[in-house]
């Protein structure tokens, strides 16, 4: 195996970086958006230098290469090969979901979601003309459970047309089980209810855990629903703009094809094409490379904390690179906390009140940067929390 150095401190500020502009004081240090600080696989990077050096960047053309490549990944990953004909290039997962919710929905529909959960499903649902209908999951022993007795009353609502399913899910840091993703899914055909699984994350696994694919399971759940997968997470591609949508169901591909083509949302570029392949093909081992460089960060995290800030527990991180911690503690708003992270400690982080109201008293810290970095986050994060 390659020896990857995780550890490089790679300056990212100036770089027109969402991550490291949005707040530009020098001295802010930004743990928030799903975004690494890590260069990505070298392969990807050697395929990207290879598109420069041809000097010609058109319209392109998506290769049966690069289908090929997916169903191969996801074979060998996963277990599980989706088929050629029910893979949707797109820009992103966001402008998928987009898509998606046009094609199904209709203003005025019910649109289930578990909350505390990724904040673009509500801007989609929102966007859609649709209505969230949130069902809290469950934080008991520092963990989250799903109540699937709410689950069910939730989805037995004749207005629910459709499910988001984060799996993994984000915020929580839950890697859903086959028997959970089972249950999720008898409840949602007995109501009638679409799945539209968001497993943007799904590479990002900590060990002893395992990612399954939602429709993989039955070609009952294939067919009644459609996933989204992207390696923008896992290989640091989201600028990208490169992700895919999986629709077994003919007639659901063609309305969701139709949803992408009236909204003119455009085609992927030839760097996207050549990332994800390059990516798909030959990343593996630094994908393993990188997730146990992950783990032993999360594994800091929790250490630090049951030490240095007992009051301030993190859930445990079965999957995703996004802890989250509880701060209910601190006896004040999530955003109140973030400002005085802000503030105080020069820490941009997420407060979980914008995850929807279960996440109110809970912050997201990203920790997929070099530990240097992640040590001087945590060093931040206990100075405002101890004032």
Known sequence: MMNYDFDELIPRRGTHS????????????????ADMDFRTAPAVIEALRRRVEHGIF??????????????????????????????????????????????????????????????????????????AAECELVCRDNTYTIDFEALEHTAADPDVKLMLLCNPHNPAGRVWTPEELRRIGE???????????????CELIMPGFRYTPFASLSEEFARHSVTCTSPSKAFNLAGLQVANIFAADGSIRARIEEALGRNETGEISP??????????????????????????NYLFLRDYLTRELPRYPVLPLEGTYLAWIDCRAAGMTSEALADRL????????????????????????????????????LERLKKALTL
């Open 342 to 377: 802000l503030t105080e400690g020069r820490l941009f982080i997420n407060p979980g009140a914008i995850y929807g109201p279960a996440g109110e008293g809970f912050i997201r810290l990203n920790i997929a940067c070099p530990r240097t970095l992640l040590i001087d986050g």
């Open 271 to 296: 760097f996207a094409i050549d990332a994800l392949t390059a990516a798909y093909n030959e990343g593996a081992e630094w994908l393993d490379a990188l997730n146990a460089y992950l783990h032993e």
């Open 58 to 131: 058109g319209y392109a053309k998506v290769p049966e290469s690069y289908y090929a490549a997916i169903t191969r990944w996801f074979s060998r990953r996963h277990g599980w090969a989706p088929e050629r004909e029910w893979i949707h290039p797109v820009t992103g997962v966001i402008p998928a979901l987009a898509a998606i919710l046009r094609a199904l929905t209709r203003p005025g529909d019910k649109v289930l979601v578990q909350t505390p959960v990724y904040n673009h499903f509500f801007i989609s649902v929102a966007n859609s003309g649709c209505e």
């Open 187 to 201: 409840i949602c055909l007995r109501n009638d209810v679409f799945i539209v699984a968001d497993e943007i994350h």
């Open 18 to 33: 969402v991550k490291w502009d949005e707040q530009p004081a020098p001295d802010i240090l930004p743990m928030w958006v």
